[in-house]
């Protein structure tokens, strides 16, 4: 059957972030899926990130395109007011079409957004297979004019969905993970304005974000992403990674890659084959990775290949110099000489170094918040120090929630910028004072801090540019708090005069 007169919008909402990455990456789910469904479908696709009038664009296209089926995703939790007002919009101007929501969000709180109608099927787990076989069960009801709702039977036989089906919820069997990801299609990156992405923290237009692998093996109980991919990791083959970096550097002119895999280093021959074949295809890029510190102290012979073969950057996640804490977080590792080793090696290989700090557990105080920055930033080109966040399906929301120590429900807010829950002995306002203070002492009054800013090192000083306005924004918005500011919709204004 032809199913060409389906209409099928993947819209992505904006992103009221001014955060390290941004800008640099269409959303890796929608962009996939736009590959699973672009040959069959008449398939539109809309990034409202990079729009200057996203509502007024979605809007408009709505009203245009007529959609049949809205696929939203939802990449970040702190995105989740721009998605709700998304999806408030779809409902408006295009009442008629069905709405699909995936994620995490909509993975854990899927009966909510579903009983309260902004979606009308949720994408529980990996979506690929899933939203190809509904959008197929759909389209074949659609063209027969069948839109009496009696497909719902057919969901039933398809993994990995949930819905409502009179009053009842239905959700089906989970979806089994993909277990050869080379079989999974390269983003349609040819169906996005490619020339509107760009990150001014790593060379503008000629920077780009991709992620290879699913998951991570880790049991780090803030870590949403492990938790989403049930603590397991999976990768697709070096080849397959390297054939998507090469399509954007030969056809888009990208030779600047953030690569956004947990641990870049977890297999050793996957990471080697990776810079062999860079350098068999001769592209001259350069490359920032994540790792784990194990990861990165097993596998220290091989930074200087890879940096051969053009890294530059590494973030790892150390966490806290403590003991005690790194146990309570169910880091893989407790001793902190590991870390210290590991700032060291990276080091050593003349890399960057981008260290990420978690603060707020029950053993933490001022004490060790002011430690950790000073432990971290002997050796670190970037100290990266975030509240502990208890993002939605993870086993610290759990807990939080249960010992009713969760004191922001906006999830605006859960950017790793803002503290969620008290720390240690404190009480929240407490704790909230001596996250401020003491990074705003260790950034704002310390003069190497600003040094930086005019480094040799291009990259150094890119990021530190940056990373000096990202600071002065967070200390502004926790400054302006105190007053009544609150974080605001992104383009609230325009949002307003559409959706009235």
């Not at 390297?242 to 002119?253: A, D, F, M, P, T």
């Amino acid at each position: 059957m032809d199913f060409k007169n389906y209409k099928i919008l993947l819209v992505d909402a904006p992103e009221n972030l001014s955060l390290w990455f941004n800008g640099t990456i269409p959303s890796p789910a929608l962009s996939i899926l736009a590959s699973c469904v672009k040959k069959d479908y008449n398939l539109k696709v809309l990034d409202l990130s990079v729009e200057k009038r996203p509502w007024e664009k979605l809007k408009t296209t709505l009203i245009e395109f007529k959609p049949h089926l809205v696929g939203v995703s939802c990449t970040h939790t702190c995105q989740l007011n721009e998605i709700m007002a998304e999806l408030k919009i779809i409902r408006k101007f295009s009442p008629a079409s069905l709405i699909v929501g995936g994620g995490i969000i909509f993975s854990v709180f899927y009966e909510k957004y579903i009983r309260e109608g902004l979606i009308d099927i949720a994408v529980i787990g990996e979506g690929e297979l899933t939203f190809t076989a509904l959008a197929k069960a759909l389209a074949v009801r659609a063209l027969n004019s069948d839109l009496s709702g009696k497909y719902k039977a057919e969901l039933n036989l398809i993994d990995g969905l949930a819905y409502i089906d009179g009053n009842k919820l239905v959700k089906t069997p989970p979806r089994a993970h993909i277990k050869n990801l080379d079989e999974v299609p390269l983003p349609a990156y040819e169906l996005y304005p490619m020339q509107r992405y760009a990150s001014p923290t790593f060379c503008g237009s000629r920077a780009f974000g991709v992620v290879f692998s699913r998951g991570c093996n880790n049991r780090c109980k803030f870590c949403s992403e492990a938790y989403e991919w049930n603590y397991t990791m999976r990768k697709p083959s070096a080849k397959y990674a390297v054939s998507q970096i090469e399509l954007l550097y030969n056809k888009y002119g990208r030779d600047i890659f953030v690569i956004g895999d947990t641990d870049f280093l977890y297999n050793r021959e996957w990471a080697a084959e990776f810079a062999e074949l860079i350098f068999e295809k001769k592209l001259k890029i350069k490359f920032h990775i994540q790792s784990c510190c194990g990861s990165v102290v097993k596998n220290q012979d091989l930074l200087p290949v890879l940096r051969r073969a053009g890294l530059f950057e590494v973030m790892i996640g150390a966490e806290s110099p403590f003991s005690d804490v790194l146990k309570n977080l169910k880091k893989p590792y407790s001793n902190p000489e590991i870390i210290d080793r590991t700032m060291k090696i990276i080091k050593a290989n003349g890399l960057l170094l981008m260290t990420m700090l978690v603060w707020g557990t029950k053993y933490d105080t001022r004490a060790t918040l002011r430690a950790g920055l000073e432990y971290f930033g002997r050796f670190s080109d970037f100290v990266c120090p975030s509240p502990l966040t208890p993002y939605p399906g993870t086993p610290l929301y759990d807990e939080m929630k249960q010992n009713g120590n969760i004191y922001v429900t906006d999830y605006a807010l859960y950017d790793q910028a803002h503290v969620i829950m008290p720390a240690g002995d404190m009480n929240y306002e407490t704790t909230r004072r001596v996250y401020e203070f003491e990074l705003f002492k260790f950034f704002n009054l310390n003069y190497k801090f600003y040094l930086k800013m005019f480094s040799k090192n291009k990259f150094l000083r890119l990021n530190q540019r940056a990373y000096v306005k990202l600071v002065w924004i967070h200390a502004f918005e926790s400054f302006a708090a105190r007053f009544g500011y609150a974080k605001k919709l992104f383009k609230h204004a325009e949002y307003g005069k559409v959706i009235n």
